[in-house]
């Protein structure tokens, strides 16, 4: 194993890096529990991928602020670890992938050389602190929340009350009432206030997304400054004793809040009080370090193209309330960039700006401390990074997740969608290059890690089944989301779900019917007054899959037919798309067993099918909310719950079937029935599930 005693100065970084060395270790020789395993390395930002024997690493970003030297160390890494490939996400961070998990504790030793931390960027623990991208710098804040998002991130990473939780917990600031940091949609979300001469926030909580989305109560409309630490711990105390641990799809905080109400909520908060050491935490924001530009001479440049430069500075150019500066919006397709451009970015806001960058929320880069004449200039070299796209958190800049690129849990491309929407507007519709108002948001999945539940216009990755049970890849439409400032807002209605393939005609009907009936209307409020069942009626006729094409099978940047997988009515329940998914991926690791087979590898080939019945039996207890903390556990509850009850009848108990693992040698004869055993409970709880989920569907008819 590789020392890192000598490599990192800070001992509690040390000591962090080790105890993921030597878990991997422990996990590698069988002597610590998958589970358990799974539960330390997402705390240490390391998170499984779609792709067997791979890593995704999250790298944490708080409140989006990256210096030079951080991002250069980035870039570096992902070289070294990585395929040099970024990837932004909607809470600020950066992502790696293809990652070997054997290299993750030299790669967390790198990025610490530069105060970069991958710590609680994952897992059941709060994650990442995200604030308004313009903070500081923006005309309309009353003053700076980056010293108080950077308090708060510092005091609660690695904080024993908030290690491990059921869920994970989310936490925003927003620098004006305008609510730029979605602080609806968070666990904890804090809007920059003053009242008297003095700051404070108004304070919202248990928001959230995902299949369920929740709006943020108001907790308190004006705290001090002083009591936003002792609050939000007072909040984690209380969802880490009373929120839900046994079902996930039930473990956030917003289903807290639903259950008891905020009143009883309040009053356990009180009665944590007592137990909260620090009644005020005072934050100096003076103390704070920001960013300040340099002093340079303004070189000289030509501008080939005035109408793209002038397009672009009408999309990009963001005010700021420092006098001769301006920032620079930098719009990142799909949040994807590579480390060559990283390194040179770095190296031009090192020398001309302030030495750093901004991740936004919508996967952007900005760019603060500009100088005004020093925009052409920054135009030029941007130009030569490709980086000069028009449209910057417009309606052509769209958000989406990674989708069934990485994602284990994506059923749908979001990215390939993504692309061609912005293809479509930016040629049928050009003057939606410049419409801010208008935001479009696409998910690979119902957890809306792509946020599409609160766009105006949102897309989530599902599949259709036709009539004689092919399944194709299909978008469920939802229309009427948005921010409207200072904690309030609206989350989209599903509306109709479609093929994948005719998602661009259901966008053009949209904007067709916006441009010809809004009235100079937003969004929102424009769908608002039609209503929902408008906008079915004339979208409803792109639900019909009697009538699909051999092209409406292959996904959007796929050229393969889509992969078979159960098609499950929506009426069924918050886990329905994600049993789904464990069910394809049973099936590829039977696929998986059977390569290996081939191969002649038949250790390989049985574990494969040792996970796909693992995964197989949790897909069923997941329907059923049972616990589903280990793979003996599942293995017991599964025969409590399923065989010994007599709903499924496999011959013999499941763990009779599956612990054949550990009492056979890996043999060609043992790991050819082992695969064909894995096949056939698939096969058989696939079956089961068909039945309950058509007994749920009726019931909802």
């Known amino acids: 194993m590789k020392s890192f005693e000598t490599e990192i100065e800070n001992p509690i970084v040390q000591k962090d890096i080790i105890e993921l060395a030597n878990k ?44 030079s030297n951080q991002l250069r160390r980035i870039a570096a890494v992902s070289d070294e670890y990585s395929r040099g490939r970024l990837h932004i996400t909607t809470r600020q961070d950066i992502q790696i992938h293809y990652v070997d998990l054997d290299r993750t504790p030299e790669l967390w030793a790198e990025l610490e050389k530069d105060e970069v931390t991958v710590r609680e960027a994952c897992g059941n623990v709060v994650r990442n602190v995200t604030a308004s991208e313009t903070a500081g710098i923006d005309i309309d804040e009353p003053f700076d929340v980056s010293p108080y998002a950077d308090a708060l991130y510092k005091f609660f990473l690695r904080n024993p009350i908030c290690q491990e939780m059921g869920r994970k917990f989310k936490v925003s600031f927003s620098s004006t009432d305008e609510d730029t940091g979605l602080s609806y949609l968070h666990d904890i979300g804090y809007i920059a206030k003053v009242q008297e001469g003095v700051r404070g926030f108004k304070v919202m909580v248990a928001g959230g997304l995902g299949s369920q989305p ?103 150019i963001i005010p700021q309330k420092q006098e001769g500066y301006v920032a620079i919006g930098i719009k990142v397709l799909l949040g994807d960039f590579y480390t060559d451009k990283a390194r040179l970015l770095a190296n031009l806001v090192d020398k001309y700006g302030a030495g750093e960058v901004r991740l936004t929320l919508r996967q952007n880069i900005v760019i603060p401390f500009v100088k005004e004449d020093l925009v052409p200039f920054f135009y030029t070299e941007l130009e030569q990074l490709g980086f000069v796209e028009a449209g910057y958190n417009k309606a052509v800049d769209i958000t989406a997740c990674p989708g069934t690129d990485t ?47 609160m766009a105006n216009i949102g897309f989530q990755g599902m599949s259709v089944r036709t009539p004689d049970k092919l399944v194709a890849p299909a978008l469920q439409v939802l229309l009427g989301g948005g921010n409207l400032g200072d904690g309030n807002a609206a989350f989209a209605d599903k509306v109709v779900k479609v093929p994948s393939k005719r998602g661009p005609e259901a966008l053009r009907r949209i904007l067709n019917d916006f441009e010809a009936n809004a009235n100079g209307k937003q969004f929102v409020e424009y769908y608002k007054e039609n209503g929902e069942k408008y906008f079915y009626d004339f979208l409803n006729d792109l639900q019909d899959v009697t009538n699909l094409t051999q092209e409406d099978f292959i996904d959007w940047g796929e ?129 089961y599930r068909e039945k309950e989920t058509a007994v749920l569907n009726n019931k909802a008819v």
Not at 46 to 58: D, K, L, T
Request: a neutral charge; hydrophobic letters at 40%; glycine letters at 6%.
């Open 24 to 67: 991997i270790e422990l996990f590698h020789n069988g002597k610590i529990d998958e589970e358990k395993f799974r539960s330390l390395r997402l705390a240490r930002g390391v998170y499984g991928q779609r792709q067997e024997g791979v890593q995704m690493i999250r790298i944490k970003v708080p409140y989006g602020k990256l210096k």
């Open 407 to 453: 994602c284990n849990l994506g059923i749908a491309s979001s990215t390939g969608i993504a692309d061609e929407l912005e293809r479509v507007i930016k040629s049928e519709y050009p003057q939606y290059l410049k419409n801010e108002d208008l935001v479009i948001k696409i998910s690979g999945c119902m957890n809306a890690c792509g946020q599409h539940n």
């Open 214 to 316: 929740r709006h943020a109560d108001v907790l308190y409309d004006f705290v001090e400054t002083d009591k936003i630490i002792p609050i939000m711990e007072g909040v984690l105390r209380v969802f880490d004793r009373y929120g839900e641990r046994k079902s996930r799809a039930k473990a956030r905080m917003k289903f807290l809040l639903k259950d008891i109400g905020l009143d009883a909520f309040k009053a356990l908060i009180a009665e944590e009080q007592k137990a909260i050491a620090l009644k005020s935490v005072a934050i100096d924001a003076d103390t704070y370090v920001a960013s300040k530009p340099v002093s340079v001479e303004t070189p000289q440049v030509e501008i080939k193209d005035q109408a793209a430069f002038d397009l672009w500075k009408s999309t990009n």
């Open 559 to 687: 050229e393969e037919k889509y992969v078979k997988e159960i098609g499950i009515g929506e009426c069924a329940g918050v886990v329905i798309d994600l049993i789904a998914t464990l069910f394809l991926e049973s099936e590829e690791k039977i696929e998986n067993a059977k390569t290996s087979f081939e191969d002649k590898v038949y250790s390989s080939a049985i574990y494969y099918a040792y996970t796909s019945l693992v995964n197989s039996a949790k897909a069923l207890l997941l329907a059923e909310n049972k616990k589903t903390n280990t793979h003996a556990g599942i293995v017991s509850q599964f025969d409590e719950f399923f065989t010994e009850g007599g709903k499924i009848n496999l011959g013999t108990s499941f763990s009779e079937l599956i612990y054949q693992i550990n009492k056979n040698a890996p043999t060609k004869d043992f790991a050819a029935n082992y695969i064909d055993s894995a096949n056939k409970f698939l096969a058989a709880v696939r079956n």
